[in-house]
């Protein structure tokens, strides 16, 4: 797959006054809309940060299920100049039509859509066992997770107003990206993952957006057991949570969380917690 390299600025400087009307200047995110072609076909406008583009459309087109293998696709080229995103599969798209044709309206910041009824395939969808080490998470573990995105330099910290999701091998920090909406960043990592045929069986998703129905699904597609939000949880996302087995933390910043669902792939460590005074 050939792939351009057009990661974008990812914040602009902008002159502002404050309380006491003195002028200065700050950093705030450089939004910018990506529209994507598939075959010359117009497919979706994408309003993005543009820190890893070819990453994002590859793992959007993963996640809407339009394509069955990284290797279908020819290659991904991004040019800012006209604001689009060239994709060229090796064979087409079977059904282009019928898949594209029901768009689903998610609650994600921006424009978030799904393609399809996803909801159906829910069913098809695979986790590996909690009874594999590997697709567990330890209480330690998970404030050695927490501790690393504390200290993790963002765009966030200079600028605000972005979501960011990271990817963890228990407390190891693989992959960290920030994006205008939390499901953009999402599919940057699972195109990450999908490129380098990395597997999702013992990864952790951190994200700091909701855990809505779309966050979760997106995780359980890429066979990731285990996610964790510093935001909290819909009731869509719960249930399926539950009904995937997956193991959803919510509301965790520093020492605190709280486990939602997958209780088998939790390992309590009490002694985990700072001493009480």
């Given at each position: 797959?050939?792939?351009?390299?057009?990661?974008?600025?990812?914040?602009?400087?902008?002159?502002?006054?404050?309380?006491f009307?003195?002028?200065r200047?700050?950093?705030?995110?450089?939004?910018?809309?990506?529209?994507v072609?598939?075959?010359?076909?117009?497919?979706?406008?994408?309003?993005?940060?543009?820190?890893?583009?070819?990453?994002?459309?590859?793992?959007?087109?993963?996640?809407?299920r339009?394509?069955?293998?990284?290797?279908?696709?020819?290659?991904?080229?991004?040019?800012?100049?006209?604001?689009?995103?060239?994709?060229?599969?090796r064979?087409?798209?079977?059904?282009?039509?019928?898949?594209?044709?029901?768009?689903?309206?998610?609650?994600?910041?921006?424009?978030?859509?799904?393609?399809?009824?996803?909801?159906?395939?829910?069913?098809?969808?695979?986790?590996?066992?909690?009874?594999?080490?590997?697709?567990?998470?330890g209480?330690?573990?998970?404030?050695?997770?927490?501790?690393?995105?504390?200290?993790?330099?963002?765009?966030y910290?200079?600028?605000?107003?972005?979501?960011?999701?990271?990817?963890?091998?228990?407390?190891?920090l693989?992959?960290?990206?920030?994006?205008?909406?939390?499901?953009?960043?999402?599919?940057?990592?699972?195109?990450?993952?999908?490129?380098?045929?990395?597997?999702?069986?013992?990864?952790?998703?951190?994200?700091?957006?909701?855990?809505?129905?779309?966050?979760?699904?997106?995780?359980?597609?890429?066979?990731?057991?285990?996610?964790?939000?510093?935001?909290?949880?819909?009731?869509?996302?719960?249930?399926?949570?539950?009904?995937?087995g997956?193991?959803?933390?919510?509301?965790?910043m520093?020492?605190?969380?709280?486990?939602?669902?997958?209780?088998?792939?939790?390992?309590?460590?009490?002694?985990?917690?700072?001493?009480?005074r």
């Open positions: 797959m050939r792939l351009t390299s057009a990661a974008a600025p990812l914040t602009h400087e902008i002159e502002v006054r404050d309380e009307g003195a002028a200047r700050i950093a705030i995110p450089a939004e910018r809309a990506l529209t072609f598939v075959d010359k076909r117009e497919l979706v406008t994408l309003m993005t940060l543009g820190a890893a583009p070819e990453l994002l459309v590859l793992g959007y087109l993963r996640n809407q339009l394509v069955d293998a990284a290797s279908d696709i020819e290659s991904i080229t991004v040019d800012w100049d006209v604001g689009a995103a060239a994709v060229n599969t064979a087409g798209i079977e059904r282009f039509n019928e898949k594209t044709a029901r768009r689903v309206v998610t609650t994600g910041c921006g424009q978030g859509t799904v393609f399809g009824d996803l909801m159906s395939e829910v069913d098809t969808l695979q986790l590996p066992s909690a009874e594999l080490p590997e697709a567990r998470l209480q330690t573990a998970l404030y050695g997770l927490l501790n690393a995105m504390r200290v993790q330099e963002s765009t910290k200079s600028a605000g107003s972005v979501h960011g999701c990271a990817l963890f091998r228990q407390d190891e693989l992959m960290f990206v920030e994006d205008v909406g939390r499901h953009n960043a999402i599919d940057t990592i699972a195109g990450w993952m999908w490129l380098n045929g990395v597997s999702g069986h013992d990864k952790v998703f951190y994200t700091t957006g909701r855990l809505t129905s779309e966050m979760v699904i997106k995780a359980a597609q890429m066979g990731v057991p285990a996610v964790v939000s510093r935001s909290g949880i819909t009731q869509m996302g719960h249930a399926l949570g539950v009904q995937l997956m193991a959803l933390f919510g509301r965790a520093n020492r605190h969380f709280i486990c939602y669902s997958g209780f088998a792939r939790f390992d309590a460590e009490p002694e985990a917690l700072p001493p009480t």
